[in-house]
């Protein structure tokens, strides 16, 4: 079977953010992920336009690409990197018994975020380093068996503290990274706390350099399926897809159905006609409970 390419530049950038009703603006770093699709470039540097492959995941080698987008210079920055666990993560918190049962390790949800902080990882600690945090809660999903993670797993809602940062593998070649939830790149990072430590390496030392030269704190961050996004670009006319944070009309489409069948009850709270429905927290669940089904590739593997 032919492999799958899938080109990336500004324009098909914003195609993709329509057709997933994901607003943004002209104005600063908007930060994206594909989950299973792996930059045909290892030079992570900015650019007009780049190569990604379509593979899926395997939990064991950095098969995802993590970027920069800015719209108003109409460049990208495309990584190597991860955003699924990596598996021995995953098998040893599937070993736990009882009510720690699947704990310790998460996999982050498709959607749309806007809390990835100028911060450190492992604060305080001999290997923290500089890096993107969390500070707001998510959807997420642990399990109770080894990898890959299934629509039916456990679906939660908060903060586990998984940020962006440094994957601990060099350039991807070979099996391995520093996972249990995080977002990584392919690269070495600084500890500043270790005195042999050298400066930032591979992808991640672009990928931090363009984040830190920015004046923004705080970024918006949308993770979505590497497979559905070929097949969005591969449309004349992309039909809207739906993941949390969307904001369109297929969010309403969505919300009376499943209102209809008595899985959904809209707030008591009064929405003005003219806003555009949001596929929000409550309403993510409920369409979680009834499978996720309609609405194409969720967990994006």
């Known amino acids: 079977m032919p492999k799958k390419s899938l080109r990336l530049d500004s324009k098909n950038l914003s195609t993709l953010f329509q057709a997933y009703g994901l607003p943004f603006q002209d104005r600063g770093l908007v ?9 045909l470039s290892k030079n992570a540097s900015w650019t007009e336009a780049g190569e990604l492959e379509v593979a899926g995941v395997d939990y064991e080698h950095l098969q995802c690409t993590l970027g920069i987008w800015d719209p108003k210079q109409e460049r990208i920055l495309l990584a190597l990197g991860s955003t699924v666990p990596h598996a021995d993560n995953v098998a040893k918190s599937a070993r736990r018994q009882g009510k720690l049962k699947g704990r310790g390790t998460n996999q982050l949800e498709p959607g749309y975020y806007h809390d990835l902080t100028k911060g450190e990882h492992l604060q305080g600690k001999p290997k923290g380093h500089a890096a993107l945090r969390q500070t707001a809660f998510r959807f997420y999903r642990r399990g109770h068996h080894p990898a890959p993670y299934r629509k039916t797993d456990p ?5 586990p503290y998984d940020n962006l940062h440094g994957a601990w593998n060099l350039d991807g070649d070979e099996p391995g990274f520093s996972s249990s939830g995080c977002l990584v790149v392919a690269g070495m990072p ?3 706390r270790l005195p042999e430590s050298r400066p930032n390496r591979g992808a991640w030392k672009s990928f931090h350099a363009a984040i830190y030269a920015a004046r923004q704190k705080a970024f918006s961050f949308a993770l979505v399926s590497a497979r559905e996004s070929w097949e969005v670009l591969g449309e004349k006319n992309p039909k ?6 969307s904001q369109s009309a297929e969010v309403g489409k969505l919300m009376a159905d499943l209102e209809r069948k008595g899985l959904y009850s809209p707030p008591k709270k009064k ?8 596929l929000g927290s409550g309403l993510y669940r409920a369409w979680n409970a009834a499978g996720l089904k309609g609405y194409g590739d969720v967990l994006g593997s």
């Open 190 to 192: 600084h500890c500043p």
């Open 240 to 245: 809207p897809r739906l993941i949390y944070g």
């Open 155 to 159: 679906l939660f809602f908060g903060n």
């Open 271 to 278: 929405v003005a006609d003219s806003a555009v429905p949001v």
């Open 31 to 39: 930060l994206f992920g594909l989950r299973g699709a792996k930059p």
